[in-house]
């Protein structure tokens, strides 16, 4: 499987990216995909998650405090796509954004994810 972020960059503070993760290859019929970040210095940090389940796509409750309200996860099935819509973004938003899955429930952990993206950096400076 594999998994291809894009849409990162350099934004003001107060604008808006959505970030995409174009994932192919699995053929897990239970999986989860979640959206992490990781700041210079920082630990990888888990933002949002859902999964899949025969066919079903379930968004997690958790969001990550530092996120809540401004970034949200969604996924187009036709597309093979999961998205991390991101507003109102702050400097401390700063860092490498990566999704990962793994088979079976949501962890919001990064040990837990198999199968990572390259990353994409986005930069929120004025």
């Known amino acids: 499987g594999m998994l291809v972020e894009s849409g990162g960059g350099l934004v003001q503070p107060g604008d808006s990216l959505r970030l995409s993760c174009a994932v192919s290859?699995?053929?897990?019929?239970?999986?989860?995909i979640g959206w992490f970040r990781q700041a210079p210095g920082k630990e990888r940090e888990g933002l949002s998650f859902?999964?899949?389940?025969?066919?079903?796509?379930?968004?997690?409750?958790y969001v990550a405090d530092s996120v809540k309200g401004r970034f949200t996860i969604s996924r187009d099935d036709a597309k093979n796509t999961v998205y991390l819509q991101m507003n109102n973004l702050k400097p401390e938003d700063t860092a490498v954004y990566y999704c990962?899955?793994?088979?079976?429930?949501?962890?919001?952990?990064?040990?837990?994810?198999?199968?990572w993206g390259q990353g994409t950096q986005v930069t929120v400076s004025s």
């Open positions: 290859g699995f053929t897990w019929h239970y999986y989860s």
């Open positions: 859902l999964n899949s389940r025969d066919g079903n796509t379930h968004v997690a409750d």
């Open positions: 990962a899955a793994k088979v079976g429930p949501i962890a919001t952990i990064h040990h837990s994810y198999n199968y």
